[in-house]
């Protein structure tokens, strides 16, 4: 049963950080494109960054040059360092394992962390 754990999420002012972790139970996670998705109140779910196995990054505008995303494949987790927060990234934080071919293209999410940026 593969399973992705977020961690991490919490209450932050406008200006602070916040990182979030994701612990990956995929025995071939480095092949795993991982991804940041967020989802507000009546919104939809849209990508913050995602990182290949390769270790290309890509990032959502609104998030460019603020947050970092990174992962540990020895340690099968991808991590989403926040900062200078603002109410609008408001959301619930997922954590995404997109695989390819090699894994018969199997998707898999986490739970889910809620993160709130308010005063």
């Known amino acids: 049963q593969v399973q992705l754990v977020e961690s991490g999420g919490g209450l932050v002012q406008p200006g602070g950080s916040l990182r979030l972790s994701c612990a990956a139970s995929?025995?071939?996670?480095?092949?795993?494109?991982m991804g940041w998705y967020r989802q507000a109140p009546g919104k939809q779910r849209e990508l913050v960054a995602s990182i290949t196995s390769a270790g290309t990054t890509n990032y959502g505008d609104s998030v460019k040059g603020r947050f970092t995303i990174s992962r540990d494949n020895a340690e099968k987790s991808v991590f989403l360092q926040m900062n200078s927060l603002k109410p609008e990234d408001t959301a619930v934080y997922y954590c995404?394992?997109?695989?390819?071919?090699?894994?018969?293209?199997?998707?898999?999410w986490g739970q889910g962390t809620q993160v709130t940026v308010s005063s």
């Open positions: 995929i025995s071939t996670f480095s092949i795993y494109t």
């Open positions: 995404n394992a997109d695989g390819n071919r090699l894994v018969g293209f199997r998707n898999y």
